[in-house]
């Protein structure tokens, strides 16, 4: 899967260890992965727009 260089790295690491493959991502739970992505404390549409972000670079993955 292409990096993700709009997450941090420990966030990276969060998601790869739980989903390890673009179609985990795919489908995943959109709330288990906001979650997730709200750790920073950086607010809801920070997490949502890199949840769409993260989705799309999974699909594009995928399609590889």
């Known amino acids: 899967m292409e990096r993700f260089e709009y997450l941090s790295s420990e966030i990276q690491i969060e998601i790869l260890k739980l989903y390890t493959k673009p179609n ?3 489908s995943a739970n959109k709330d288990d ?3 997730i992505l ?4 950086k607010g809801i549409a920070y997490a949502e727009d890199k949840y769409y972000k993260l989705i799309n670079t999974a699909k594009s993955a995928n399609i590889i």
Do not use: A, N
Request: charged share 30%.
């Open 33 to 35: 992965l906001i979650s």
């Open 24 to 26: 985990d991502i795919l």
């Open 38 to 41: 709200l750790k920073p404390k």
